[in-house]
């Protein structure tokens, strides 16, 4: 069993990001934990910050019993106000060694895009370089070697990500969609009225009509592009990359640890092909 980390700067993101394999990893046995470094209690028109970022966490908890993560620990900062400070980096560390993570999965430190999903990915990897070293937060047992890290897409993501796992997830997109969509106060509201399409949102007991309004909406997400088809030919062959409909990539991270394709095939199931030209 492997230990797998998720880290987002907000509820809902490693849901949307990295889901479909998250669902995957926890269906294999493998032991799955999502972070929020932000509680997300700006992203609302009408509710006020605190009841928000209680209503965000008890829709955290729905999306984890969906996809089958254990945990889901959402910290108490501002959203739109997390800096990739010292003392963040702190509790970064300790997150990740008490977890005793395996493989990290992080957002991009570097590029355009909201504040806090560049200042998180930042953090992430700061936090991976000192993991194992014990004079650093010396009051969290040091890891003895460094996870495997992998970077998710966000929104702002896709002109610079690379595909360098690619992950079928067609047999999960229904578990997917219901993690989204427990997100009700993101997917329904927040964001419709901030995108016109408040209208559109289905009403709250259609349940199938609205898993088709985050695929349809947030297909970017959910939809195999032409970008990821040779990553998953690779992963899978051709025939097969072809038939996929819903995928989700990773980029390799710049740091954390290397691994042979033949150790990582065997610490993540999920990925198990056509990285040797990438990894060492």
């Known amino acids: 069993m492997s230990k797998v980390l ?14 479909g394999t998250a669902a995957l990893l926890a269906r294999a046995g493998h032991a799955v934990k999502f972070v929020s470094l932000t509680n997300g209690d700006a992203g609302h028109f009408t509710m006020e910050p605190v009841p928000l970022a209680r209503h965000r966490a008890r829709e955290a ?3 984890a019993e969906a996809l089958g993560v254990l945990e889901y620990e959402i910290l108490d900062v501002h959203d739109g106000e997390l800096e990739p400070s010292v003392a963040m980096r702190r509790k970064v560390i300790e997150l990740i060694r008490g977890w005793r993570a395996d ?14 999903n560049r200042a998180a990915g930042r953090l992430v990897a700061d936090a991976v370089a000192f993991c194992t070293t014990p004079n650093v937060v010396p009051g969290s047992p040091a890891l003895e070697r460094q996870p495997l890290c992998l970077l998710m897409v966000d929104y702002a993501a896709p002109g610079f990500h690379q595909h360098d796992v690619a992950v079928d997830v067609d047999p999960v997109i229904d578990r ?3 993690a989204c969509a427990a997100h009700a106060s993101q997917f329904f509201e927040y964001s419709p009225a901030a995108r016109g399409l408040a209208d559109l949102v289905p009403a709250e007991d259609a349940a199938e009509e609205r898993r088709a309004f985050v695929l349809t ?8 592009g032409d970008g990821m088809r040779p990553a998953l030919a690779g992963r899978y062959g051709d025939a097969h990359a072809r038939e996929v409909r819903h995928a989700e990539t990773f980029q390799l991270a710049d740091y954390g640890r290397a691994v042979p394709e033949e150790e990582l095939r065997l610490l ?13």
């Open 6 to 19: 998720v880290v987002g700067a907000h509820p809902d993101e490693a849901e949307m990001y990295a889901g």
């Open 61 to 63: 908890v729905r999306a």
């Open 103 to 116: 493989v990290v999965i992080a957002l991009h430190g570097e590029g355009p895009g909201h504040p806090d």
């Open 176 to 178: 997917k969609l219901e």
């Open 217 to 224: 909406h947030w297909e970017e997400f959910m939809l195999a």
């Open 268 to 280: 993540l199931d999920v990925f198990d092909g056509g990285l040797a030209a990438r990894v060492s």
